[in-house]
């Protein structure tokens, strides 16, 4: 079956350092790849996402690249700043149909000032 | 823009109760999905509903129940309440982008507490 793997959290960065958060998945066929944000109480966010290998997903600073040979989709952002603390989930989802996405077990970003 | 509504915001139920969570999806969205999210843990999938039909199934415990209804509003129905049901159950709604690839938006969730 389709799993997402993260790196585990909380990750404590000071402001305007460089964020990297790890997402390996494993899947059958060709997934879309997408990360997601969660800021306290509040729901999911759509960040960005890929839908086929190489393809790069960008929005606010953040970037990550469909990575097919090594299954990965590593989350990055330049310079973090104190409203980028939240908990972030990569995930997944089967193009075969209408499919449910599948979460990897969410990173929580704290950045400090 | 509109966007997906849940409710109720908060639920507080005692065990063995029964408890109906209720979403309504962005205009024109045909497809409603169920999550479950423990405290510190990641949305599990429970069940979706395309066009009024169940169209997958996760994990989700036989005493929950869920429909989607006439006008794609749908409802979790859940009976003999666990402590263990206490999680912020979310919402979300897809419909056709027009270039074939859906997106998922997520409603703000309903927090049940089973005291």
């Known amino acids: 079956g389709n799993s997402v793997t993260q790196m585990e959290g909380p990750v404590t960065l000071s402001e305007e350092a460089f964020l990297t958060i790890n997402c390996t998945y494993t899947?059958?066929?060709?997934?879309?790849l997408f990360w997601y944000v969660q800021y306290p109480g509040e729901g999911l966010q759509l960040l960005l996402k890929a839908t086929k290998a190489d393809d790069k997903g960008s929005n606010k600073g953040f970037e990550a690249t469909y990575r097919k040979e090594t299954t990965s989709f590593h989350l990055e952002k330049g310079s973090v700043q104190v409203s980028d603390s939240a908990v972030y989930f990569c995930?997944?989802?089967?193009?075969?149909?209408?499919?449910?996405?599948?979460f990897g077990s969410g990173t929580r970003l704290q950045v400090q000032p | 823009a509109a966007g997906v509504i849940q409710s109720p915001r908060h639920l507080i139920k005692e065990k063995r109760e029964t408890a109906t969570l209720k979403c309504y999806p962005i205009p024109r969205h045909d497809t409603v999905y169920w999550y479950q999210q423990g405290p510190g843990q990641d949305p599990q999938f429970l069940i979706s509903?395309?066009?009024?039909?169940?169209?997958d199934k996760g994990s989700i415990p036989d005493r929950f129940s869920a429909q989607q209804f006439s006008d794609y509003h749908s409802e979790l129905n859940m009976s003999s309440l666990e402590l263990g049901d206490s999680a912020l159950y979310f919402c979300?709604?897809?419909?056709?982008?027009?270039?074939?690839?859906?997106?998922?938006?997520f409603g703000s969730g309903t927090q049940l507490s089973v005291l």
């Open positions: 509903f395309y066009e009024k039909m169940q169209s």
């Open positions: 899947a059958t066929g060709y997934p879309s």
């Open positions: 995930a997944l989802s089967d193009r075969t149909g209408r499919r449910a996405l599948t």
């Open positions: 979300a709604s897809s419909g056709e982008t027009g270039t074939g690839e859906e997106k998922l938006f």
